[in-house]
């Protein structure tokens, strides 16, 4: 990554109060980023972080409900980088198994979430910045029970090559993480196949998304960050 690269950067967040989301906060705040954090619970969990994390700005913020995109950026104004890192709580089973009600919401959040998002937030992008989506190895590799997160994955990066070509000059990426602490033992147990025989870090993903936001040729590309896992 370019030194300096973000410095003084706006970058937009969302799904940036935990997991892999708040591990982008952190990061690009160390890199100098003016960093905004929005979920459903942003304001209250930023709060409660330790200093210097409790000066990021953080809003409230629901991706599911149609408006809330022109909402935020009333609010927020124009950034350099649009990071989304919105997960869905998903249940894993069989296909013939499948609720198809429980799919439609995690597509809901997700994928049609975040497109709606796009569409207002590319407005408010500077042209020499970028949007990084975020998919999932199982949108590559097969994973027994795991289809609802396959098509949703599938379908995210499929978009993301579509805007880079739609949106350009704005850059648009998706990285593609693997397995990523914490997990259930019997998952850590699997990681030790993988080429790096371990788990990735949230920190180890973000660096991802910094590097993709930092690097101004980087479009149109599925970062995977996923240790070796498929590859076995």
């Known amino acids: 990554m370019t030194a300096f690269a973000l410095d003084q950067q706006r970058v937009l967040v969302v799904g940036g109060s935990s997991g892999i989301g708040l591990a982008v906060v952190k990061l690009a705040q160390q890199e100098g980023a003016r960093v905004i954090a929005a979920s459903r619970g942003a304001p209250e969990r930023m709060a409660a972080l330790p200093s210097p994390l409790n000066g990021v700005e953080a809003h409230s913020f629901d991706i599911t409900a149609p408006k809330a995109g022109e909402t935020l950026f009333e609010s927020i104004g124009t950034i350099d980088h649009l ?130 936001m930092a690097n101004p040729y980087a479009t149109g590309t599925i970062t995977v960050l996923d240790g070796g896992a498929r590859l076995i």
Not at 119 to 138: C, E, F, K, P, Y
């Open 83 to 212: 990071v989304i890192a919105v997960r869905p709580e998903v249940r894993s089973g069989p296909f013939l198994d499948l609720d198809i009600d429980d799919a439609k919401r995690a597509f809901e959040t997700k994928f049609w979430g975040q497109c709606r998002l796009v569409q207002v937030a590319h407005r408010h992008i500077r042209d020499t910045g970028s949007i990084t989506l975020t998919s999932g190895i199982a949108g590559e590799r097969i994973y027994e029970g795991a289809s609802t997160m396959a098509l949703i994955n599938s379908a995210t990066e499929t978009l993301c090559r579509t805007l880079a070509v739609e949106f350009a000059p704005l850059r648009v990426n998706c990285i593609s993480p693997g397995f990523v602490e914490p997990k259930a033992e019997a998952v850590q147990r699997y990681a030790r196949q993988f080429p790096v025989t371990r788990l990735g870090s949230a920190d180890e993903i973000a660096s991802g998304y910094l590097w993709l």
